[in-house]
């Protein structure tokens, strides 16, 4: 393997270039910036592109790294999933309804970015709202993958996971509610990390499920993955329910053994819709956790899994409801103008503002919350949500880790499930509880089924990132995955 | 669960969400199935499983009383549809 | 047939905080141009996190404590789901299942105390100001962002109240709590401290509820008399024509005096409440409860019965003094140098609800916030006692002092207003007098005791109110006997 591009560098490769003066943030920027045209076309993975302000970055970065200000994130290029505030950057979450919609605020983990001197290329497409599983919601166009551009990229976060495999940034950020940074880090055969809930603050992440929702990284690598952990995560005061646990330096978790480590495989993942293929590569790369010194334990039962689908579907559209109530066309966003007073406008904004599947979520959220039907829906949902989460405890006192595939699946067809909602929400089968329980789960490259990405999702215990990085970490440096390119 | 078209109209009333004709019967069949889906959850015994409403254990988080100054007026309208004397703007409230 | 009202109180009372309830945003927006008060959080921004301010839980738990409710271990927020422009977020946080208190009761003066039971106190905060306009003959409306989010307690009390008379007594007993409190204005009329009402009447002796009608709009104590007056008269005709009542909702309208039906036929009530995702329960622990309680400040009740035991003052007199914590305060800070003597105690009353009152009426001011101290008044009363300025004289000093802010004794002296008492001066009056109302004399001297009042009052007028009446009296009656 020749010299890699610029473009196809780590955070952590970078980083040495950039500290031993071998390469500036603007040379770096500059092939960063090169590469998204050449792509791009194919792609689709940018809202917005920030050429200019990416150069200016770049070179108020190389003269704090020649004034010696230096951390692992400083000049480095990053995108940024297209529903965290930016402030004085259009922020459209991927829908007509804030088209055009500039923030006057930035969200906290781009003030924790932009106080080290991060470069922002762009802002990614997604689902609308984040509510979609293949970026084929996004009202503006549909984001292909690398590896087969006739496939999804999976989603929300599909352009994020999408101009990280592609070399179109060094990095990037996403969202996930119920797998929104690990199926599509798992289709586009890069690492995403969903951290325990209340790690990351979510002011300034729009929110589509409150008590889901959280921010992590889509990276090349386990270590890159560690090191934007180190920066995004910690205490927010404006969010009450960030965690004032100590963040650690998760770059120190990363040894390349596993003795002594107990890890489950839960069956309840391995079960009907599964490919036999994803099956395959997840048995081999399990093998490869024992050889690296793991103990596992196959036939782990977590019996209420079955039903994690139901209750994210009630829980996620009932919260959505709640916060999607304030586009009203009144104070910011889309606004319908051919209208016969203020409920007419209010509700022409919202038909003519969102796209189906969101306005399918808001309906369903609506109802599960309304008079009748709370108890039935809402209420029982939140007490089986406490039956996955207490599984997930039990869980852990015997493992220290649980290995599950990211996705059921390889990536699919683009416009293969658009017209059927329940398929599209199956795809995150493997995915959905561990939000419900708020634990963290990570996802990285496991092998591939003709030439398509098979991700592989480790889960642990609430605040056991490090652990979570450790396994990635020991697996990643004994597979060659992490290291194929997309064909382009 | 077969939801009906009054119901239908009822949720999209609610939820202030304008539609059509044709796009309250995409809802109501969609919905419907995705409704019959979640009947499994009828299956688990929940009878003494209090619910979680929240991913975090966290309680009694609060701010002190402390006043931090409020956005520039031109930077809260800024995304303003409609505007009129520093105020938003829109159609009439009252019948 | 003969009906009872049947009456429940809804009010909200704006907290005085010095921010927001979920953000740090200025809650003092009164002066305020539009939406210069107002940030991403209150504004519903995507993206934007609430967060609570400790000092609004700590004056909402003290209001239930002083209105004897029960406090639970733990409370939460919750959604409450109702799209309006009013609205940022289309939904306010506020409290459902889980108050922060419940089951209290306050007493009220109606034919003698009464217990009205309080249902609940909780938290949640205001919505945005619509102001109403038309261009060209059509409506529109106007959003000011100012007072969205600004902490609003509501206090529901049961239906307990019998008549108009007995809401009104209710409302200024609760403004006079949160008064004490310190915890709002309790300004009606600048919409600090609202009222909804729920009224239904029923055959007396029935305890059945017909159909309640809930009443909004109504902008002062005397708007909620005369809305719930009129409302339970228009219900009893309705029924008395054979009518039948409809639960709804009705507006005052104060130019026209009535209450009219607010059919809005669009709006669907179901707000799908839910646990705010976005905030943590807050324990209530037994300790800070108790701690709160301990520095809770003397309420109007006992005060009141202090006022009686301590100053002697009838019972009426102190229910009136007691009402306003500002006129207590203006009333003890007078009497405070321990001079608690019946004749000055009495003064001080008159004073306060006599001259005083008026001129504050006159000029809309508050008592604490009069140019005319306490320290002052007891400086004009001492005048008085020592006899060195007549009693109307004394009102024309404290008309001046009330204006100005200055000092009973140099407003005395710039107008050469001190009293007359030297007999040799008085004399000269007297003498003028005798000798210019000849009839007036004739009469006393026939036994007309009345006739003297009448030359009094000639001495007096012709020194302009300065003479001692006492000496002029008697030095009349000296010379006429002569």
């Given at each position: 393997?020749?010299?890699?591009?610029?473009?196809?560098?780590?955070?952590?490769?970078?980083?040495?270039?950039?500290?031993?003066?071998?390469?500036?943030?603007?040379?770096?920027?500059?092939?960063?910036?090169?590469?998204?045209?050449?792509?791009?076309?194919?792609?689709?993975?940018?809202?917005?592109?920030?050429?200019?302000?990416?150069?200016?970055?770049?070179?108020?970065?190389?003269?704090?790294?020649?004034?010696?200000?230096?951390?692992?994130?400083?000049?480095?290029?990053?995108?940024?999933?297209?529903?965290?505030?930016?402030?004085?950057?259009?922020?459209?979450?991927?829908?007509?309804?804030?088209?055009?919609?500039?923030?006057?605020?930035?969200?906290?983990?781009?003030?924790?970015?932009?106080?080290?001197?991060?470069?922002?290329?762009?802002?990614?497409?997604?689902?609308?709202?984040?509510?979609?599983?293949?970026?084929?919601?996004?009202?503006?166009?549909?984001?292909?993958?690398?590896?087969?551009?006739?496939?999804?990229?999976?989603?929300?976060?599909?352009?994020?996971?999408?101009?990280?495999?592609?070399?179109?940034?060094?990095?990037?950020?996403?969202?996930?509610?119920?797998?929104?940074?690990?199926?599509?880090?798992?289709?586009?055969?890069?690492?995403?990390?969903?951290?325990?809930?209340?790690?990351?603050?979510?002011?300034?992440?729009?929110?589509?499920?409150?008590?889901?929702?959280?921010?992590?990284?889509?990276?090349?690598?386990?270590?890159?993955?560690?090191?934007?952990?180190?920066?995004?995560?910690?205490?927010?005061?404006?969010?009450?329910?960030?965690?004032?646990?100590?963040?650690?330096?998760?770059?120190?978790?990363?040894?390349?053994?596993?003795?002594?480590?107990?890890?489950?495989?839960?069956?309840?993942?391995?079960?009907?819709?599964?490919?036999?293929?994803?099956?395959?590569?997840?048995?081999?790369?399990?093998?490869?956790?024992?050889?690296?010194?793991?103990?596992?334990?196959?036939?782990?039962?977590?019996?209420?899994?079955?039903?994690?689908?139901?209750?994210?579907?009630?829980?996620?559209?009932?919260?959505?409801?709640?916060?999607?109530?304030?586009?009203?066309?009144?104070?910011?966003?889309?606004?319908?103008?051919?209208?016969?007073?203020?409920?007419?406008?209010?509700?022409?904004?919202?038909?003519?503002?969102?796209?189906?599947?969101?306005?399918?979520?808001?309906?369903?959220?609506?109802?599960?919350?309304?008079?009748?039907?709370?108890?039935?829906?809402?209420?029982?949902?939140?007490?089986?949500?406490?039956?996955?989460?207490?599984?997930?405890?039990?869980?852990?006192?015997?493992?220290?880790?649980?290995?599950?595939?990211?996705?059921?699946?390889?990536?699919?067809?683009?416009?293969?499930?658009?017209?059927?909602?329940?398929?599209?929400?199956?795809?995150?089968?493997?995915?959905?509880?561990?939000?419900?329980?708020?634990?963290?789960?990570?996802?990285?490259?496991?092998?591939?089924?003709?030439?398509?990405?098979?991700?592989?999702?480790?889960?642990?215990?609430?605040?056991?990132?490090?652990?979570?990085?450790?396994?990635?970490?020991?697996?990643?440096?004994?597979?060659?995955?992490?290291?194929?390119?997309?064909?382009? | 669960?077969?939801?009906?078209?009054?119901?239908?109209?009822?949720?999209?009333?609610?939820?202030?969400?304008?539609?059509?004709?044709?796009?309250?019967?995409?809802?109501?069949?969609?919905?419907?199935?995705?409704?019959?889906?979640?009947?499994?959850?009828?299956?688990?015994?929940?009878?003494?499983?209090?619910?979680?409403?929240?991913?975090?254990?966290?309680?009694?988080?609060?701010?002190?009383?402390?006043?931090?100054?409020?956005?520039?007026?031109?930077?809260?309208?800024?995304?303003?549809?409609?505007?009129?004397?520093?105020?938003?703007?829109?159609?009439?409230?009252?019948? | 047939?003969?009906?009872?009202t049947v009456i429940g109180l809804?009010?909200?009372?704006?907290?005085?905080?010095?921010?927001?309830?979920?953000?740090?945003?200025?809650?003092?927006?009164?002066?305020?141009?539009?939406?210069?008060?107002?940030?991403?959080?209150?504004?519903?921004?995507?993206?934007?996190?609430?967060?609570?301010?400790?000092?609004?839980?700590?004056?909402?738990?003290?209001?239930?404590?002083?209105?004897?409710?029960?406090?639970?271990?733990?409370?939460?927020?919750?959604?409450?789901?109702?799209?309006?422009?009013?609205?940022?977020?289309?939904?306010?946080?506020?409290?459902?299942?889980?108050?922060?208190?419940?089951?209290?009761?306050?007493?009220i003066?109606a034919?003698?105390?009464?217990?009205v039971?309080?249902?609940?106190?909780?938290?949640?905060?205001?919505?945005?100001?619509?102001?109403?306009?038309?261009?060209?003959?059509?409506?529109?409306?106007?959003?000011?962002?100012?007072?969205?989010?600004?902490?609003?307690?509501?206090?529901?009390a049961e239906p307990d109240l019998r008549s108009p008379?007995e809401a009104?007594q209710y409302?200024?007993?609760?403004?006079?709590?949160?008064?004490?409190?310190?915890?709002?204005?309790?300004?009606?009329?600048?919409?600090?401290?609202?009222?909804?009402a729920?009224i239904?009447?029923?055959?007396?002796?029935?305890?059945?509820?017909?159909?309640?009608?809930?009443?909004?709009?109504?902008?002062?104590?005397?708007?909620?008399?005369?809305?719930l007056?009129?409302?339970?008269?228009?219900?009893?005709?309705?029924?008395?024509?054979?009518?039948?009542?409809?639960?709804?909702?009705?507006?005052?309208?104060?130019?026209?005096?009535?209450?009219?039906?607010?059919?809005?036929?669009?709006?669907?009530?179901?707000?799908?409440?839910?646990?705010?995702?976005?905030?943590?329960?807050?324990?209530?622990?037994?300790?800070?409860?108790?701690?709160?309680?301990?520095?809770?400040?003397?309420?109007?009740?006992?005060?009141?019965?202090?006022?009686?035991?301590?100053?002697?003052?009838?019972?009426?007199?102190?229910?009136?003094?007691?009402?306003?914590?500002?006129?207590?305060?203006?009333?003890?800070?007078?009497?405070?140098?321990?001079?608690?003597?019946?004749?000055?105690?009495?003064?001080?009353?008159?004073?306060?609800?006599?001259?005083?009152?008026?001129?504050?009426?006159?000029?809309?001011?508050?008592?604490?916030?009069?140019?005319?101290?306490?320290?002052?008044?007891?400086?004009?009363?001492?005048?008085?006692?020592?006899?060195?300025?007549?009693?109307?004289?004394?009102?024309?000093?404290?008309?001046?002092?009330?204006?100005?802010?200055?000092?009973?004794?140099?407003?005395?002296?710039?107008?050469?207003?001190?009293?007359?008492?030297?007999?040799?001066?008085?004399?000269?009056?007297?003498?003028?007098?005798?000798?210019?109302?000849?009839?007036?004399?004739?009469?006393?001297?026939?036994?007309?005791?009345?006739?003297?009042?009448?030359?009094?009052?000639?001495?007096?007028?012709?020194?302009?109110?300065?003479?001692?009446?006492?000496?002029?009296?008697?030095?009349?009656?000296?010379?006429?006997?002569?």
């Amino acid at each position: 393997m020749g010299e890699p591009n610029l473009y196809q560098l780590t955070i952590h490769e970078a980083h040495q270039l950039l500290a031993s003066r071998q390469l500036s943030s603007f040379e770096l920027t500059e092939a960063v910036l090169a590469r998204i045209p050449q792509v791009e076309p194919q792609l689709h993975a940018f809202v917005t592109t920030t050429h200019d302000l990416a150069r200016n970055q770049a070179r108020e970065a190389d003269e704090r790294i020649a004034g010696g200000d230096m951390s692992p994130l400083t000049g480095i290029p990053v995108v940024i999933k297209d529903n965290m505030c930016t402030k004085g950057i259009a922020t459209t979450c991927s829908s007509r309804m804030l088209e055009g919609f500039v923030p006057p605020y930035d969200a906290a983990v781009i003030e924790k970015l932009n106080a080290l001197g991060a470069v922002l290329v762009g802002k990614s497409n997604m689902d609308e709202f984040a509510m979609g599983s293949s970026t084929e919601n996004s009202a503006f166009f549909i984001t292909n993958n690398p590896w087969d551009i006739s496939r999804v990229p999976g989603g929300s976060s599909g352009g994020s996971a999408v101009a990280v495999a592609a070399g179109e940034t060094i990095y990037a950020l996403g969202s996930d509610t119920g797998g929104s940074i690990r199926q599509p880090a798992g289709f586009c055969s890069v690492v995403g990390l969903k951290p325990t809930y209340g790690r990351v603050s979510r002011y300034g992440l729009v929110a589509f499920a409150s008590s889901l929702d959280q921010i992590g990284p889509l990276t090349k690598d386990v270590t890159d993955c560690a090191l934007v952990m180190n920066v995004i995560s910690g205490h927010d005061p404006r969010d009450a329910t960030s965690v004032s646990h100590p963040v650690p330096d998760y770059t120190r978790s990363l040894i390349p053994d596993l003795d002594g480590i107990r890890i489950g495989v839960p069956q309840e993942y391995f079960v009907a819709g599964m490919q036999p293929e994803v099956e395959a590569v997840m048995r081999s790369a399990i093998g490869k956790l024992v050889e690296l010194g793991a103990s596992v334990e196959w036939g782990v039962s977590l019996p209420s899994t079955p039903y994690a689908l139901a209750v994210y579907y009630i829980i996620a559209p009932s919260e959505a409801s709640a916060n999607l109530a304030r586009y009203d066309g009144v104070k910011y966003g889309f606004s319908a103008q051919d209208a016969e007073g203020m409920w007419d406008a209010m509700e022409k904004t919202r038909q003519h503002g969102f796209g189906p599947e969101v306005k399918r979520r808001i309906m369903l959220g609506t109802y599960a919350l309304s008079a009748g039907y709370y108890d039935a829906y809402y209420l029982k949902a939140q007490r089986v949500r406490t039956l996955i989460r207490r599984e997930f405890d039990q869980a852990f006192e015997q493992f220290d880790a649980l290995v599950t595939p990211t996705s059921p699946t390889v990536p699919f067809g683009i416009g293969e499930k658009v017209d059927d909602p329940l398929q599209m929400y199956l795809s995150d089968v493997c995915t959905l509880p561990i939000n419900i329980a708020g634990i963290p789960g990570l996802s990285l490259p496991a092998g591939f089924v003709d030439g398509l990405p098979v991700g592989m999702q480790i889960l642990g215990r609430p605040f056991s990132e490090e652990l979570l990085l450790r396994i990635g970490f020991a697996y990643e440096q004994a597979t060659p995955w992490h290291e194929r390119r997309p064909p382009l | 669960m077969k939801l009906s078209h009054e119901e239908v109209e009822h949720i999209a009333l609610l939820a202030r969400l304008g539609s059509s004709e044709e796009e309250l019967e995409r809802f109501r069949e969609q919905l419907s199935h995705i409704l019959e889906s979640f009947e499994v959850l009828q299956q688990v015994d929940t009878a003494d499983v209090p619910p979680t409403a929240q991913s975090v254990d966290l309680q009694d988080v609060v701010r002190a009383d402390e006043v931090s100054p409020s956005l520039p007026h031109s930077q809260i309208m800024a995304n303003a549809p409609q505007q009129e004397a520093g105020c938003f703007r829109v159609r009439a409230v009252l019948e | 047939m003969s009906y009872e009202t049947v009456i429940g109180l809804e009010v909200h009372a704006q907290l005085l905080t010095k921010s927001k309830m979920f953000c740090r945003c200025s809650a003092d927006y009164a002066s305020a141009p539009p939406n210069t008060h107002v940030c991403p959080v209150c504004l519903g921004m995507p993206g934007v996190l609430p967060t609570v301010n400790q000092q609004a839980v700590e004056y909402a738990v003290m209001t239930a404590l002083a209105l004897n409710c029960t406090i639970p271990e733990s409370t939460k927020f919750d959604r409450k789901n109702y799209p309006y422009p009013d609205l940022m977020k289309g939904y306010q946080i506020s409290q459902y299942d889980a108050p922060l208190s419940r089951d209290g009761w306050i007493t009220i003066e109606a034919d003698g105390a009464r217990r009205v039971g309080i249902t609940r106190v909780h938290l949640e905060e205001d919505t945005a100001k619509l102001l109403h306009r038309t261009a060209d003959g059509k409506p529109y409306s106007l959003v000011d962002v100012n007072r969205a989010g600004v902490p609003l307690m509501e206090i529901v009390a049961e239906p307990d109240l019998r008549s108009p008379e007995e809401a009104r007594q209710y409302l200024i007993k609760m403004r006079s709590i949160l008064q004490y409190l310190g915890v709002s204005t309790g300004n009606m009329e600048e919409g600090s401290f609202r009222c909804d009402a729920n009224i239904s009447i029923r055959p007396q002796g029935s305890a059945d509820y017909l159909s309640k009608v809930e009443v909004k709009n109504m902008n002062s104590f005397k708007a909620v008399h005369r809305a719930l007056a009129y409302e339970a008269e228009r219900q009893r005709e309705v029924l008395e024509g054979g009518g039948r009542l409809v639960q709804e909702t009705r507006g005052w309208v104060e130019e026209r005096g009535v209450t009219v039906s607010q059919r809005s036929k669009e709006y669907a009530h179901d707000y799908r409440y839910f646990p705010e995702p976005d905030l943590t329960p807050l324990a209530l622990s037994r300790a800070w409860v108790e701690e709160l309680r301990s520095r809770l400040p003397e309420l109007p009740d006992a005060k009141r019965e202090r006022f009686v035991n301590d100053y002697g003052l009838p019972l009426f007199s102190a229910t009136l003094l007691t009402g306003s914590k500002a006129a207590a305060d203006y009333f003890e800070a007078c009497l405070k140098d321990g001079a608690a003597e019946p004749k000055r105690v009495k003064a001080v009353f008159d004073w306060i609800f006599g001259d005083f009152s008026r001129l504050l009426n006159a000029t809309d001011t508050e008592i604490d916030s009069s140019k005319l101290s306490p320290q002052h008044l007891v400086e004009l009363l001492d005048l008085v006692d020592r006899g060195a300025l007549s009693g109307p004289a004394a009102k024309a000093v404290f008309e001046e002092m009330f204006h100005t802010g200055g000092r009973a004794a140099d407003i005395v002296a710039r107008h050469d207003l001190a009293q007359i008492s030297d007999a040799l001066q008085v004399g000269e009056v007297v003498d003028q007098v005798i000798a210019s109302n000849g009839q007036a004399v004739a009469d006393f001297k026939a036994g007309k005791e009345p006739a003297l009042t009448f030359l009094v009052g000639q001495v007096m007028r012709a020194t302009k109110g300065r003479t001692n009446p006492k000496v002029a009296n008697e030095l009349l009656r000296e010379k006429l006997a002569g």
